[in-house]
């Protein structure tokens, strides 16, 4: 059995910065992640859902709390 761990910290920045400098042509990003950590400051075009663990909200974009 899984037991997810988070402590904080993620920088959720690079794989925006990826996508926006290679030019990656995708539809939508998923990101799963305890919420805590460093966002990018403006969405990119594309929908991006946050699946997190905690009470976070994401600042822009769909935010859906997973139930443990």
Do not use: E, H, M, N
């Amino acid at each position: 059995k899984l037991k997810p761990r988070g402590g904080g910290g993620t920088d959720f920045r690079p794989p925006f910065k990826r996508v926006a400098k290679d030019d990656i042509p995708i539809q939508c990003a998923i990101y799963l992640s305890d919420g805590y950590g460093v966002f990018p400051d403006k969405a990119p075009d594309y929908p991006v859902l946050w699946v997190i663990t905690s009470d976070v909200v994401a600042p822009w974009g769909d935010t859906v709390k997973l139930q443990r």
